[in-house]
């Protein structure tokens, strides 16, 4: 049988799911029995493949860089997990959403800055008006609450996923960790 | 004279239950061990009926009624969860949490928090409605105590509790719908309240993180709300 090609990537976050989602410690092994790691900060594939039957996405929508990403993740994968609470509610991202973006690049680059006080203007990102969690800006199969999720709840999902069926979270995690 | 109050028999999700006629379908629910979700309901308080997470079927009735605020009836038969009951629960706790800027995991009532916990257990997984991110002001005036508005549902707990139990009427709400607020006295800042004793009943009422003790850091928070039901029977005895 064919391996199920997983894919993990991160917007607008702290890797701290990601972080939950190693902490399944050598459980990730059985889960790669039958599923391969194709993409993501965990491994060194430097472009998005085509065909991946999971993909567990971290974090908020905030930038353009953010949404060109998930746009094309989307795309190219069959199954979306909204992971953690960033990709879901917009959570830490979405506190700096009172705000316009101007005070924000104003705080992060002048008033924050004791040297070289300048906005960059090549290779930064443009931020989005507002951080977003994922499930607005694009159709989403699989919400997996917790800041970070557990990582028993992880390894469930996984397993589900990897064996075909979508894992019911209802109950099993919450907001916030 | 003292009135005095029937028994009456209803039937509760198939189960026959007996209470007295002065008593909520909530009440005799919670007498009978069925879960009803609440939210601005809190033992010890006056039933105010405005979050309508314990709303429930009653047959013969054209719309769902809340449960805190019906009284029960001889021949009632009353539904507590359906599919319909939940989708509106569901409705009601996604437009909470799009309302305000509820961020669980940097809030000090993490893992204390009413509104966290209904979530959990009605599985709430994700919000459809867009969030409206709306910039709340934080009120950190008072010596011992802060007023998140960005973590508060309006269940109105802090003005029952300061008016009805304190008798200071501190607190009460300003505003209609979306723009609702809690304010302190005539919209002043709570440090300089007059009225203000000071006694933090709203803070331990408050079912999320919206009225807090200082010095509290993430998930630290935990409300004591045991004395309320002593309190409120004290006060009947005189």
Not at chain 1, 79 to 106: H, Q, W
Not at chain 1, 134 to 143: A, G, K, P, Q, S
Not at chain 2, 196 to 217: D, I, R
């Amino acid at each position: 049988m064919e391996k199920v090609k997983i894919a993990t990537s991160w917007l607008d976050g702290c890797s701290g799911c990601h972080m939950s989602l190693l902490d399944i410690d050598e459980r990730i092994l059985t889960l790669l029995e039958s599923a391969d790691i194709v993409y993501g900060p965990l491994v060194d594939f430097k472009d998005y493949p085509q065909g991946v039957d999971v993909a567990i996405v971290e974090g908020a929508v905030s930038s353009d860089e953010d949404e060109e990403k998930i746009t094309k993740i989307r795309k190219l994968t069959k199954i979306l997990v909204s992971f953690g609470d960033c990709a879901i509610t917009a959570n830490i991202p979405g506190m700096r959403n009172y705000f316009p973006t101007k005070e924000l690049y104003e705080r992060a680059y002048f008033e924050n800055a004791d040297l070289n006080q300048k906005r960059p203007s090549i290779r930064i990102p443009h931020l989005l008006s507002h951080a977003r969690p994922i499930h607005e800006v694009v159709t989403v199969d699989v919400f997996l609450p917790g800041c970070p999720p557990p990582a028993d709840v992880i390894f469930y999902s996984l397993s589900e996923l990897i064996n075909g069926r979508l894992p019911d979270l209802k109950g099993k995690t919450r907001f916030g960790r | 004279m003292k009135k005095v109050s029937q028994i009456q028999t209803l039937i509760i999700d198939g189960k026959e239950v007996g209470g007295k006629s002065d008593e909520s379908i909530l009440q005799v629910a919670k007498e009978n061990d069925i879960f009803i979700p609440t939210l601005c309901y809190l033992e010890g308080l006056s039933d105010y009926g405005g979050c309508r997470m314990c709303i429930v079927e009653v047959k013969g009735m054209p719309r769902l009624v809340p449960a805190c605020t019906t009284l029960i009836r001889e021949g009632m038969e009353v539904t507590t969860n359906s599919e319909k009951i939940h989708n509106y629960r569901l409705s009601i706790l996604a437009l909470l949490f799009t309302e305000r800027n509820h961020i669980c995991s940097a809030c000090v009532s993490n893992g204390h928090c009413e509104l966290q916990t209904l979530a959990l257990k009605l599985g709430l997984t994700h919000v459809e409605f867009p969030y409206i991110f709306p910039k709340m002001p934080v009120d950190a005036t008072h010596d011992r105590f802060i007023a998140d508005h960005n973590r508060c549902v309006l269940c109105g707990r802090c003005v029952r509790a300061c008016h009805e139990v304190e008798g200071a009427h501190t607190k009460d709400i300003m505003g209609r719908g979306i723009t609702s607020r809690v304010i302190t006295d005539l919209k002043e800042s709570w440090g300089s309240s007059k009225t203000c004793t000071s006694c933090g009943k709203c803070v331990h009422v408050c079912p999320t993180g919206a009225l807090t003790e200082k010095g509290k850091s993430v998930a630290e928070m935990e409300k004591r709300r045991q004395f309320l039901p002593y309190l409120k029977l004290m006060r009947e005895r005189r």
